[in-house]
C-alpha cells in the first residue's frame, strides 16, 4: 500500500539559508499535518491543510509558511534557517478521523 | 487544552517479560480519538492503534494489547512476551473528532528490551 512519502530524507543547510521539504501524502486522504520532533522530544504540532485549505496553526515560527498544492502534495519552506531548526520534520496524512499515517521524516541539520 | 501525560520516561525490561506502558489524557471534548505510535531507532512513527472515545473495549493484537478506561481518562498498552524488537519509544496521542483535528503526542516512554 502507497505510504507518505518525504523528501529529502537527510538536509544539511547553514544558518540563515533556506529549506524546503516536500510531502506526498497518500491517495485520496484529505487531511495533511506537519510536525517537528527535536531530539528527545515529542513530536509538536506545525501546521495542518484540510482539502487544500489551512485547517490549524499550531507552533510555527514566522519564518516557516507551508501550502498544499493542487495534487495534495505539500511543501514546507522554512526560512532563515537557525542552529534549532535542527530537528525531524514529519509530515503526516489522514483520512477522516481515521488513523493518521505519518511519513519517514526528513532530518533537517543546520550547521 | 488536550494534554496527554505519560509519566514513564523509561522503562527497562528484560526479555519475554510483560511491560505496560500509561498513558493518562485530558480533554473536555465528549468525543474524542486515542492513538498508539511506535518509534524505533530508526526513527519512523509507526501507526499501532486508534480507539473512539466511544469504544471501551479492549482490544488485543497479537502480543500488544490495550486497555482503555474512560472513566480514569487512561489508555495504558501491554507488551506480552517482549521482544528485543519491541525497543523504541512509544508515543500516546490524542486527537479531536472534528475534521482535521491534530493529534496531540505525550512526551513518550522509552522502551528498553534487553537480553
Known amino acids: 500500500a502507497a505510504g507518505v512519502i518525504q523528501s529529502p530524507r537527510h538536509l544539511i543547510k547553514e544558518k540563515r539559508e533556506t529549506a524546503t521539504l516536500k510531502c506526498y501524502p497518500i491517495?485520496?486522504?484529505?487531511?495533511v499535518y506537519w510536525y517537528q520532533q527535536g531530539p528527545g522530544q515529542d513530536p509538536q504540532f506545525l501546521i495542518s491543510?484540510?482539502?487544500?485549505?489551512?485547517?490549524d496553526k499550531g507552533s510555527i515560527p514566522d519564518r516557516f509558511s507551508a501550502q498544499q498544492f493542487s495534487d495534495y502534495h505539500s511543501e514546507l519552506n522554512m526560512s532563515s534557517l537557525e542552529l534549532g531548526d535542527s530537528a525531524l520534520y514529519f509530515c503526516?496524512?489522514?483520512?477522516?478521523?481515521?488513523?493518521?499515517?505519518f511519513g519517514q521524516g526528513t532530518r533537517l541539520t543546520v550547521v | 487544552a488536550q494534554k496527554v501525560t505519560q509519566a514513564q520516561t523509561e522503562i527497562s525490561v528484560v526479555e519475554k517479560e510483560d511491560v505496560t506502558l500509561d498513558c493518562v489524557y485530558e480533554?473536555?471534548?465528549?468525543?474524542?480519538?486515542l492513538f498508539w505510535y511506535k518509534q524505533p531507532p530508526s526513527g519512523e512513527l509507526v501507526f499501532l492503534i486508534r480507539?473512539?472515545?466511544?469504544?471501551?473495549q479492549n482490544e488485543i493484537s497479537g502480543r500488544y494489547s490495550w486497555n482503555f478506561q474512560k472513566s480514569t481518562s487512561s489508555f495504558n498498552f501491554t507488551i506480552t512476551a517482549s521482544q528485543v524488537v519491541d525497543s523504541a519509544v512509544y508515543f500516546c496521542?490524542?486527537?479531536?473528532?472534528?475534521?482535521?483535528?491534530?493529534?496531540?503526542f505525550g512526551t513518550g516512554t522509552r522502551l528498553q528490551v534487553t537480553l
Open positions: 503526516a496524512s489522514r483520512f477522516g478521523g481515521a488513523e493518521a499515517f
Open positions: 491517495p485520496r486522504h484529505d487531511t
Open positions: 491543510f484540510y482539502e487544500k485549505m489551512q485547517s
Open positions: 480533554t473536555r471534548d465528549t468525543t474524542y480519538y
Open positions: 480507539r473512539n472515545s466511544f469504544d471501551e
Open positions: 496521542a490524542l486527537s479531536s473528532t472534528g475534521t482535521a483535528s491534530k493529534l496531540t
